[in-house]
């Protein structure tokens, strides 16, 4: 029932009586031991002893509601909804990948995508949002259950004509005196970073922060800094030739785990746990997108200076900066 509901109206709804809803009203009240609706006009509103037990009422209903979506599941597991969280920085390669490689042997099987942020503590799981998560930490918390997904290698990123951008590998010690572009400090990324640096004997200065990794690179790319960041992916926006060199990070543990997350305190519907087990075999055989390699990224260099071979600039390489 809804605030300022009329038991005419609650009566059409459910289909009874109106002296049958005002008996129903009755004996819940005397079970609870003190009204929880009062009458204003023809209208009935709640007292505060209805909204708290509304609550209530309303966590049994979704119960309801869950146990019978689960039994036509199980019925027919084939027409669920997947309700998967996932990191940003994910939604270019991985997940579309996942979910398009799912949806080839369940194709009635729909998907509600949410972006969860960057954070070492995430809520999607929290109160049901989400019924599975990928996300870049391991939680430290028993109510939930993670599986490593991959385990992605970390790039620094430097401007185009940065004096360090032709080599291939780099010490983080080298770029100690650069300023640096990040996430903000409850990102999982940002805390990567920083601590890679402190083992590297210094600590960032941080001169932007931002809330993407898109713009972070933007940052880079004007030549604002330099940052750390995952590495490009084979065909995702960020590996096309541009303004920013992806160099690889020389000193040990430059990586983030990449993990699938799903609450260890209920039972998963049949949709969910069926995709659950796709992204744990894919994994396991390894069969994720590929990282763009160093060979890769230099045929795409020489592929597009042959385009540009003439006199024209090309992409890698902005004048004035």
């Not at 999982?188 to 941080?206: I, T, Y």
Request: hydrophobic share 40%; aromatic share 4%; net charge neutral.
């Amino acid at each position: 029932m809804h605030h300022g509901t009329t038991v005419t109206e609650v009566s059409e709804l459910q289909a009874v009586t109106q002296s049958g809803v005002s008996r129903a009203l009755r004996r819940l009240e005397a079970e609870v031991g003190t009204p929880l609706l009062r009458r204003s006009g023809r209208t009935l509103r709640m007292t505060h002893a209805g909204a708290v037990f509304k609550r209530h009422a309303d966590a049994l209903l979704h119960q309801l509601d869950d146990g019978i979506a689960a039994v036509s599941q199980l019925i027919e597991p084939e027409t669920g909804t997947v309700a998967l969280a996932f990191q940003q920085s994910l939604g270019t390669w991985l997940v579309p990948d996942l979910v398009r490689s799912f949806r080839t042997a369940h194709p009635g099987i729909r998907f509600l995508l949410t972006q969860a942020r960057d954070e070492l503590q995430s809520a999607a799981l929290d109160g049901g949002q989400a019924d599975l998560e990928i996300g870049t930490s391991r939680p430290d918390d028993p109510a939930v259950h993670a599986r490593q997904v991959a385990v992605e290698p970390l790039r620094l990123a430097l401007p185009g004509d940065h004096q360090l951008a032709s080599q291939q590998r780099i010490h983080l010690a080298e770029v100690s005196g650069e300023p640096f572009v990040s996430l903000r400090p409850a990102s999982a990324l940002r805390q990567l970073g920083d601590d890679l640096c402190e083992r590297a004997g210094f600590r960032p200065v941080v001169v932007f922060e931002g809330d993407d990794l898109s713009t972070v690179r933007g940052f880079v790319a004007a030549g604002l800094g330099v940052a750390i960041v995952p590495a490009p992916r084979a065909g995702s926006p960020e590996s096309a030739t541009g303004p920013v060199r992806y160099c690889e990070i020389a000193d040990a543990g430059a990586i983030r785990e990449i993990c699938l997350r799903w609450p260890a305190e209920r039972r998963l519907l049949p949709a969910a746990e069926l995709f659950r087990q796709h992204v744990i075999t894919r994994a396991t055989a390894g069969r994720v997108p590929a990282l763009l390699t160093a060979s890769h990224r230099e045929g795409q260099r020489d592929a597009h200076r042959e385009r540009d071979r003439g006199g024209n600039v090309h992409a890698d390489h902005v004048p004035g900066r």
